[in-house]
């Protein structure tokens, strides 16, 4: 069964480039052997990140997050039984904010910026599809 999860949280440190590259790095490694899809965003240290795989893998990988000593406040946003997958094409792709129009975060939030703890997980979600459709999202793997 499939399963996709949204999820957020606040880094203890600002996260650089360097260190969010390692984070993708890893992922995209691990991810396959898993079965496991999905996005990545970080915004100097707020992370949003949708998994998507087997309910069992999936779970396993969200304890293992929420358990990471890096990062607090890890809230998950959404959690559904999937038919399909949305994300399929990305081990773990990343936004890049920088390619992101600032109008693109001002239509789903208050502020032009990434801040999942102010809007709903639908809202969060809808933002990641919009990403996704104009092309923000980098490393395409096969």
């Known amino acids: 069964m499939l399963v996709r999860l949204m999820y957020c949280s606040r880094a203890l ?78 081990s773990m792709g990343q936004v890049s904010l920088a390619r992101i129009n600032p109008s693109l975060l001002i239509k789903y939030s208050e502020k032009a910026e990434l801040d999942p703890y102010a809007v709903s997980g639908k809202v969060s979600m809808a933002l990641f599809n919009e990403m996704m459709a104009t092309a923000s999202i980098a490393g395409q793997c096969s």
């Open 13 to 90: 440190d600002n996260v650089s480039q360097d260190d969010l590259n390692a984070i993708v790095t890893k992922s995209r490694a691990n991810n396959p052997v898993r079965g496991i899809t999905g996005v990545l965003c970080c915004s100097g240290k707020i992370f949003l990140q949708v998994l998507e795989g087997g309910r069992m893998e999936v779970n396993a990988l969200y304890n293992k997050i929420s358990n990471d000593v890096r990062h607090k406040e890890v809230m998950m946003l959404c959690y559904e039984e999937i038919e399909e997958r949305r994300f399929s094409h990305w």
